[in-house]
């Protein structure tokens, strides 16, 4: 798991990064030498989703929340490949929740800011072709997903994301919610992803989420979720 | 409109009102089933001002917390218990399980923030100094070395949490044996365990500090300790869970 994180993180990071991050991720020094996440930029800008969610929800979102999961990921990155030279199982094992919170921040996240968009670029536009055809099979009408999914985004206890993914085995689409930063990984594909993290939505909706829960689908790029779904 | 149409609209409107009434009038019968009545609860008023905690906590996060999220655990707790009372009524072992974790993390977030509301009082009050806990402060001495490791760990540990959840000071008594730990519980899960004393707790919830504190919550980890009601610790320290939990039978 960890490995494949830390190369698809490297391809990432080649394809994206700017010549910034690319002295910043030189800083990594000789003892870890592999790919470094680093922040991918979002694609569009942060008031672009307003006024589904704010400019500064959105800043804090990226920048500082998903900063977090980046440089922690990678710090304890680094204390795994030392574990692992060292043939420190017990090291090892320690770090194992701490690479899942901090790498499933990341993978989480990044996933997010690339299935929303703003309505001028295709936010809230309904899905199409066979993803289309899959929610119509399974729950009737994409409506009547939307109100199955926001139930359980409503019904997560603590933060945790909800996911529309696809069973790999099946090819069918389920509604799922993770706890925390639990990624969608193994069984499960990530077709679409909504944080219910109170830091996603607090600054504009408090207490009612049920608003943000609603007010979100506008700004859902399902071209993104189209191109996940198999 | 024809005068025959008018009044069957007319009939129409008082049917839907008569049974809007009933509907409301059964809502508001006390729920009982013989001795089987479902008891319900309602918010504790806060021991102090909205603003009291200030500049610690905002008025804002605590009218928020209080008035909004605390309620809401209160209103789906009663909900829970009174669906919990008809399906133990139906001997419905099967609806009785599927309701344990809706009542869990709702009585959760009920004992938690009660607690919680207790456990804080304003910086300038006596209570605020930990000389109001000479008892508890000697046995966090002789735990961890000094005050300032005591907060460093509380710290570090509450820090620690990933995603929602609190940190407590919790005494444990096991038989004559009697020692202060730092727990750290998740979402809403209590701290309720056989001889466990919740002394004092911190809500790591991001709801508890965001509107002020945005992604800082270090700088509310740190400022929170301004608040802490130490009286109110030496209480539950010295006393037993039933003690702790007194609030909640008061709030009935």
């Known amino acids: 798991m960890s490995s494949t994180l830390l190369r698809s993180s490297a391809v990432r990071a080649a394809l994206r990064t700017s010549p910034t991050k690319v002295a910043r ?14 922040l991918p930029d979002l694609p569009y800008d942060y008031g672009a989703l307003e006024p589904s969610i704010s400019g500064k929800i959105m800043e804090l979102h990226h920048d500082k929340h998903h900063q977090t999961y980046v440089t922690s990921l990678n710090n304890f990155s680094e204390q795994m490949a030392e574990a692992k030279q060292k043939d420190d199982v017990k090291a090892q094992i320690a770090l194992q929740p701490m690479i ?29 072709g066979k993803l289309s ?41 389920q509604i799922k919610t993770y706890a925390n930063q639990d990624p969608v990984v193994g069984q499960f594909r990530p077709i679409l992803g909504i944080d219910a993290w109170e830091h996603a939505y607090y600054l504009d909706y408090q207490n009612r989420k049920a608003e943000y829960f609603k007010a979100i689908w506008n700004v859902v790029n399902w071209k993104a979720a189209e191109k996940r779904f198999q | ?25 059964q809502a508001q019968q006390p729920f009982e089933f013989g001795e089987m009545a479902a008891p319900t609860y309602s918010l504790p008023p806060l021991p102090y001002a909205y603003d009291a905690l200030e500049p ?50 709702n009585a959760g977030g009920h004992i938690n923030h009660s607690l919680f509301w207790q456990n804080m009082c304003p910086a300038s009050s006596p209570d605020a ?72 707790g911190i809500d790591m919830w991001e709801h508890a500090y965001y509107l002020q504190y945005l992604n800082g919550k270090a700088a509310y980890v740190e400022n929170i300790w301004n608040v802490i009601n130490w009286k109110t610790a030496e209480e539950r320290y010295l006393g037993t869970p039933a003690d702790a939990f007194k609030i909640l039978k008061a709030s009935m």
Do not use: C
Request: charged residues 20%; without cysteine.
């Open chain 2, 1 to 25: 409109m024809t005068g025959s149409s008018s009044s069957s609209l007319l009939l129409i409107l008082l049917s839907l009102k008569f049974l809007h009434t009933t509907a409301t009038e």
């Open chain 1, 25 to 38: 991720a030189g800083l990594a020094g000789s003892t870890f030498v592999r790919g470094k996440a680093t």
């Open chain 2, 56 to 105: 610690y906590i905002s008025k804002q996060i605590m009218e928020l917390h209080h008035g909004k999220h605390h309620q809401t655990y209160i209103t789906n707790l009663n909900a829970a218990l009174k669906t919990q009372a008809e399906a133990v009524h139906a001997s419905d072992i099967a609806g009785q399980v599927s309701l344990q974790q809706g009542i869990r993390f």
């Open chain 2, 129 to 200: 100094k930990r000389s109001a806990a000479p008892k508890l402060v000697k046995q966090i001495k002789a735990t961890w070395g000094d005050e300032e490791k005591f907060r460093e760990a509380f710290k570090a540990a509450l820090l620690g949490i990933q995603g929602s959840g609190w940190g407590w000071l919790v005494k444990i008594e096991n038989g004559k044996e009697q020692r202060l730990s730092i727990v750290t519980t998740k979402d809403q899960d209590p701290v309720v365990g056989k001889g466990e004393v919740p002394v004092f």
């Open chain 1, 133 to 173: 055809q899959s929610i119509n099979d399974s729950y009737g009408s994409l409506d009547a997903m939307k109100e199955k999914f926001n139930a359980a985004l409503a019904g997560i206890q603590g933060s945790g994301w909800a996911w529309l993914v696809q069973d790999t085995q099946t090819g069918s689409i």
């Open chain 1, 100 to 128: 899942n919170f901090h790498g499933g921040g990341h993978i989480n996240h990044t996933l997010f800011w690339e299935n929303l968009a703003p309505q001028s670029q295709g936010g809230g536009e309904p899905p199409t």
